[in-house]
């Protein structure tokens, strides 16, 4: 059979403007489109993002599930801790009013410290016995299950809304943010057997390289959760800062320099942390700048800041770059191999910006789960 003898145009009257099939044709999908496009994008895009929710729910059963697994198995409670577990997932947080900027950080600071004072000892009381290891443990695994279950009910609160109202420019802000939404729930899902089993985590290489340079000295904890050391580097005075390990936290930083600066004259700050790196930069890779290279909320940066700046102290930073699953699940071997990179930097900044007799401190900055020092 010789298919190439078909004509087309006898086959759909294309030259009789007159055929009325062929008008159907052409003019029934534009009317469907003037009065009904609106609703078929509804549909199409509401496709796209029930998948979505339903991978963040499963996210959120799979974090809750997870997190009451590890409570019944480890922490031999006295009683179920499914009801306590399900009461801490609910909890929320009111920032302060922000109408009067002033004393703002003050507030938020008091606030978000109530909140972990709270936790940490609404988590004690699932176990008293449970070490403190074990404490900063499930305060991270809790973050991270309450963290999903927020993201999942804003997701699904926004699409339900924009169903009710069949409303699609409501709905095309949902659809453009999901893909970065689903990149952070995947990494906070994928984080979880990495905390669970106190193994180091991307965003804990600050704290490895300064724990490495405080081996075989004297520590002294110095804030909550803090670690200090006191060290000597060409005649020079070292005061090394980190988190406390290997306990999942991030310390508190900023209390600890401000202890160090009141007892003590310091001439420079190093801080040392990891940071997003932008698409198409290399992970793993180092660079130097200037300011405080911290993250969170900003209180802690911004105490660091108040305290460099009352004092007149330089503040030098190095970051090393990595993405965001890469800085809450297990840390690659390239982030790890940076270390003895990014320590003879820090020796060499020192050298360039001190002269002897001078004190200089440095941070390690980030979760130092797994990080000894």
Same mark, same amino acid.
């Given at each position: 059979?010789?298919?190439?003898?078909?004509?087309?145009?006898?086959?759909?009257?294309?030259?009789?403007?007159?055929?009325?099939?062929?008008?159907?044709?052409?003019?029934? +999908?534009?009317? #469907?489109?003037?009065?009904?496009?609106?609703?078929?994008?509804?549909?199409?895009?509401?496709?796209?993002?029930?998948?979505? @929710?339903?991978?963040?729910?499963?996210?959120?059963?799979?974090?809750?599930?997870? @997190?009451?697994?590890? =409570?019944?198995?480890?922490?031999?409670?006295?009683?179920?801790?499914? !009801?306590? $577990?399900?009461?801490?997932?609910?909890?929320?947080?009111?920032?302060?009013?922000?109408?009067? +900027?002033?004393? $703002?950080?003050?507030?938020?600071?008091?606030?978000?410290?109530?909140?972990?004072?709270?936790?940490?000892?609404?988590?004690?009381?699932?176990?008293?016995?449970?070490?403190? =290891? &074990?404490?900063?443990?499930?305060?991270?695994?809790?973050? $991270?299950?309450?963290?999903?279950?927020?993201?999942?009910?804003?997701?699904?609160?926004?699409? /339900?809304?924009?169903?009710?109202?069949?409303?699609?420019?409501?709905?095309?802000? /949902?659809?453009?943010?999901? +893909?970065?939404?689903? &990149?952070?729930?995947?990494?906070?899902?994928?984080? $979880?057997?990495?905390?669970?089993?106190?193994?180091?985590?991307?965003?804990?290489?600050?704290?490895?390289?300064?724990?490495?340079?405080?081996?075989?000295?004297?520590?002294?904890?110095?804030?909550?959760?803090?670690?200090?050391?006191?060290?000597?580097?060409?005649?020079?005075?070292?005061?090394?800062?980190?988190?406390?390990?290997?306990?999942?936290? =991030?310390?508190? *930083?900023?209390?600890?320099?401000?202890?160090?600066?009141?007892? !003590?004259?310091?001439?420079?700050?190093?801080?040392?942390?990891?940071?997003?790196?932008?698409?198409?930069?290399?992970?793993?890779?180092?660079?130097?700048?200037?300011?405080?290279?911290?993250?969170?909320?900003?209180?802690?940066?911004?105490?660091?800041?108040?305290?460099?700046?009352?004092?007149?102290?330089?503040?030098?930073?190095?970051?090393?770059?990595?993405?965001?699953?890469?800085?809450?699940? #297990?840390?690659?071997?390239?982030?790890?191999?940076?270390?003895?990179?990014?320590?003879?930097?820090?020796? &060499?900044?020192?050298?360039?910006?001190?002269?002897?007799?001078?004190?200089?401190?440095?941070?390690?900055?980030?979760?130092?789960?797994?990080? *000894?020092?």
């Amino acid at each position: 059979m010789n298919f190439t003898n078909f004509d087309f145009d006898q086959l759909f009257s294309m030259g009789d403007d007159s055929n009325p099939l062929m008008m159907l044709v052409w003019i029934l +999908p534009i009317i #469907l489109f003037v009065f009904y496009g609106q609703h078929i994008q509804l549909f199409v895009t509401s496709r796209e993002i029930k998948k979505g @929710l339903k991978k963040l729910d499963g996210f959120r059963d799979e974090s809750r599930n997870e @997190l009451i697994h590890y =409570v019944k198995n480890n922490l031999k409670p006295k009683d179920d801790p499914i !009801n306590k $577990i399900d009461t801490f997932l609910e909890y929320f947080t009111i920032m302060p009013v922000d109408m009067d +900027p002033n004393g $703002i950080v003050e507030k938020v600071r008091h606030t978000v410290r109530s909140r972990e004072d709270y936790t940490r000892n609404h988590v004690k009381s699932l176990s008293p016995e449970m070490s403190d =290891v &074990e404490l900063t443990k499930v305060q991270t695994l809790l973050e $991270i299950a309450s963290s999903l279950q927020m993201i999942y009910k804003i997701i699904n609160h926004m699409f /339900l809304t924009a169903k009710k109202q069949n409303n699609y420019p409501l709905i095309l802000p /949902l659809q453009m943010i999901l +893909p970065f939404i689903m &990149e952070q729930a995947e990494a906070m899902k994928e984080a $979880i057997p990495a905390f669970k089993m106190s193994q180091p985590v991307g965003d804990g290489i600050g704290p490895m390289i300064v724990g490495k340079m405080m081996l075989d000295s004297k520590k002294e904890t110095v804030a909550l959760e803090t670690t200090l050391s006191k060290t000597d580097f060409e005649n020079r005075t070292l005061y090394l800062l980190k988190a406390e390990g290997p306990g999942s936290t =991030v310390g508190r *930083p900023a209390d600890g320099l401000e202890k160090i600066v009141t007892e !003590n004259k310091i001439d420079v700050i190093i801080m040392i942390d990891a940071a997003l790196k932008m698409e198409g930069e290399d992970s793993a890779s180092i660079a130097q700048g200037f300011g405080a290279a911290i993250g969170g909320i900003g209180t802690e940066r911004f105490q660091i800041e108040e305290i460099a700046t009352e004092r007149k102290i330089p503040i030098f930073s190095i970051v090393i770059k990595q993405s965001v699953k890469e800085a809450i699940t #297990l840390m690659t071997k390239e982030i790890a191999d940076t270390a003895e990179d990014v320590r003879l930097q820090v020796y &060499e900044m020192i050298r360039e910006n001190t002269t002897d007799g001078q004190s200089i401190v440095i941070i390690g900055v980030g979760n130092t789960s797994g990080v *000894p020092q």
